[in-house]
């Protein structure tokens, strides 16, 4: 059990640019979720994918917002045109069926 | 609307007394209840989850559910200067965690 794994650790970019972050979940586990957190607040959910199906989306998950997991295994989260109000730790969490998830350390993204 | 609400705190306590951190939770739909531990600019590491009325005791750490009063509680014996951290509640609503922003404890040595 290597753990959740999140890809980038850190980003920054520039207002407008489209940025891409990967996840890869604990082996076993079928379930993967996107959350985005920011300074003082618990993490908001962002969307859910079991296997390689995305079965629920956030309303805060705009259509600059795309996220997938081809063949059910690891998963990115693609932002397109970045806002400031972008900036915030995006955080992956798997696991296996209804069990408890588990966090991965996050990407901290930064826009200028 | 689906929430769940923590005292920020700063919650203070002496190394080695007893730390009580509180929750409530606002939709009698939820079944599954968790407490993750988050250092500062770490992720959320799960600590206990609890799902049925009463007490859960794991070590040090003891959970209790209240599902009439809409209220969960984590205690943590013989605090340790080590459990400072902000201490995050989620109660889980069909297939997401919902989050309340967090208690930060501080234990003093």
């Known amino acids: 059990d290597t753990g959740v794994s999140q890809d980038p650790r850190h980003k920054i970019t520039k207002r407008g640019q489209n940025v891409t972050f990967r996840c890869d979940p604990i082996?076993?586990?079928?379930?993967l979720y996107w959350y985005r957190q920011t300074l003082g607040q618990g993490p908001e959910f962002l969307t859910y994918?079991?296997?390689?199906?995305?079965?629920?989306k956030s309303r805060l998950l705009s259509d600059r917002f795309s996220a997938e997991r081809p063949k059910g295994s690891f998963s990115t989260l693609e932002i397109q045109r970045t806002e400031q109000g972008d900036s915030a730790m995006y955080l992956c969490a798997s696991s296996l069926d209804r069990q408890p998830q588990h966090f991965g350390d996050g990407t901290r993204l930064s826009i200028l | 609307q689906k929430e769940v609400e923590q005292n920020s705190g700063p919650l203070s306590v002496p190394e080695g007394a007893i730390a009580s951190l509180n929750c409530t939770y606002s939709d009698r739909g939820s079944q599954s209840f968790f407490w993750y531990r988050q250092y500062s600019g770490k992720s959320p590491e799960l600590i206990m989850f609890?799902?049925?009325?009463g007490d859960k005791e794991d070590g040090r750490f003891t959970a209790q559910l209240n599902k009439a009063s809409q209220y969960v509680s984590l205690l943590i014996r013989d605090s340790q200067p080590s459990d400072s951290a902000t201490y995050l509640c989620?109660?889980?609503?069909?297939?997401?965690?919902?989050f309340g922003a967090g208690t930060i404890l501080r234990v003093k040595s």
């Open positions: 082996s076993e586990h079928n379930r």
């Open positions: 994918f079991q296997n390689e199906a995305q079965l629920e």
């Open positions: 989620a109660a889980e609503y069909g297939n997401k965690l919902v």
């Open positions: 609890i799902y049925s009325n």
